[in-house]
């Protein structure tokens, strides 16, 4: 049955590679992935556009005064929070680093502001790494298709881990990120449009 859902979302999203946020070097995905919490990529997309021209190293950020990363990432939401994490992370990359993002998760979990999640946005889109992320749409869709009944982050994280094939880790994240996103919402899923609904443990719920 996971074979065969595999082979329909590789039908419905072909994968390209993209990655949902805008970035030019590692430290600027791992930033972007940083605001990202709690917040849409098409806002943070919008947000890193304009921060990256006016903080385009991470030294900037480390001689920044706060309160003016705070009002370039305001629009982020929680950017008292996440400006402190964005100066703090760049002050680690550049004094225990050399300036490289690292690729390993334990370092980069180390890091201000960093979770699983975040980190292994970066371990597959800078590294190519094999990582599941389990984003608000994974967990969801994950559940509805009965891949897994765990509320925990990190115990849907292992548990994809387990019952998916290494090789369709990124390509379902995104693939099931981008279904979440169009068809099945967390409120008013589409479900009659939805191709995948002879997978659907939770139609009833629709």
């Given at each position: 049955m996971i074979n065969e859902l595999l082979k329909a979302l590789d039908a419905l999203y072909p994968?390209?590679?993209?990655?949902?946020?805008?970035?030019?070097t590692p430290w600027q995905l791992l930033f972007a992935t940083i605001l990202s919490a709690q917040c849409t990529d098409d806002r943070v997309n919008i947000v890193t556009a304009q921060l990256f021209k006016d903080f385009p190293s991470?030294?900037?950020?480390?001689?920044?005064?706060?309160s003016d990363l705070e009002d370039a990432v305001k629009q982020t939401g929680f950017f008292r929070n996440k400006a402190r994490h964005l100066q703090t992370t760049a002050r680690l990359l550049l004094s225990q680093y050399?300036?490289?993002?690292?690729?390993d998760i334990t370092e980069l979990t180390s890091l201000s502001g960093v979770g699983r999640k975040t980190a292994n946005v970066v371990r597959g889109h800078i590294y190519?790494?094999?990582?599941?992320?389990?984003?608000?749409?994974?967990?969801?869709?994950?559940?509805?298709?009965?891949l897994t009944q765990h509320n925990?982050?990190?115990?849907?994280?292992?548990?994809?881990?387990e019952k998916l094939p290494k090789a369709h880790w990124i390509r379902y994240n995104q693939q099931v990120i981008t279904h979440g996103r169009q068809i099945c919402k967390a409120q008013r899923p589409l479900c009659t449009e939805c191709t995948l609904k002879k997978f659907c443990k939770k139609l009833q719920e629709c």
């Open positions: 994968y390209d590679g993209k990655c949902f946020l805008n970035y030019s991470l030294e900037s950020y480390v001689t920044a005064n706060l050399n300036g490289q993002v690292p690729s190519g790494i094999s990582s599941i992320v389990v984003d608000t749409h994974v967990k969801r869709v994950s559940r509805r298709l009965g925990c982050p990190i115990k849907i994280e292992y548990e994809l881990m």
